[in-house]
């Protein structure tokens, strides 16, 4: 079972996130991914992890604004040298996370 998509497509509407608001949120997350993505593993349909080189105050930022509008995200920021990023979502949003690790790994 998928999520139901919102009418733009890519964000389950189970998000809240204003429609207006949504593409600064995602080149948000493109930026972090462009600049700061060092690794992607998928460690289950349900688990990814995010090897990054990023301050972790804009992580744990835009983890917790993120969460506060999609509540399946679950993220857990391990500090350290790597920084690593978990993200876990409930099976019925799985194409949510497929949508988001392909986003993470086709980033120069």
Do not use: H, N
């Amino acid at each position: 079972m998928t999520a139901p998509q919102s009418s733009d497509g890519w964000a389950p509407a189970a998000c809240t996130l204003p429609t207006a608001e949504r593409p600064v949120r995602l080149a948000e997350f493109d930026d972090l991914f462009a600049t700061a993505v060092r690794g992607v593993d998928r460690r289950s349909p349900t688990q990814l992890t995010l090897t990054l080189a990023a301050d972790p105050g804009r992580v744990r930022d835009l983890a917790r604004r993120e969460t506060a509008c999609c509540s399946f995200f679950t993220f857990r920021l391990t500090d350290g040298d790597p920084l690593l990023l978990d993200i876990a979502v409930p099976p019925a949003y799985v194409d949510v996370l497929d949508a988001l690790a392909e986003r993470a790994g086709s980033r120069p």
